[in-house]
């Protein structure tokens, strides 16, 4: 067997056993689509929550878009095979480190 063979074998072996490999490192089983439900932004119902119009479909359209560029799984409306739903109960912004101004420079 020449050194070819032997390098091309082993390229076949890795190859074949990594299967369906995806960055996310997530097992999607047999699962081809996914749908996320709108997350219902009731933050303003807990005292001390900021209130931030649009959090909720910010948030709604970011997780689809995390989901639809991590897997290979199909954004579906309804009957999906994973479904994710939730709902926003509590939005804080607190100030982390602050300027010599006594003025706020990053927040949490």
């Known amino acids: 067997m020449g050194r070819k063979q032997v390098i091309l074998g082993f390229v076949m072996v890795v190859l074949a056993s990594c299967g369906a490999y995806n960055f996310s490192g997530a097992d999607i089983g047999t699962a081809e689509s996914f749908q996320v439900n709108f997350f219902q932004n009731y933050a ?7 209130i931030v119009p649009g959090l909720d479909r910010d948030f709604t359209l970011a997780l689809q878009d995390l989901i639809n560029n991590l897997t290979s799984l199909s954004l579906t409306g309804s009957n999906g095979d994973l479904v994710y739903e939730g709902e ?3 939005y804080r912004v607190t100030p982390m480190t602050a300027t010599s101004d006594q003025l706020t420079a990053q927040n949490r």
């Open 88 to 90: 926003i109960v509590e």
């Open 44 to 50: 303003d119902q807990n005292p001390g929550s900021t």
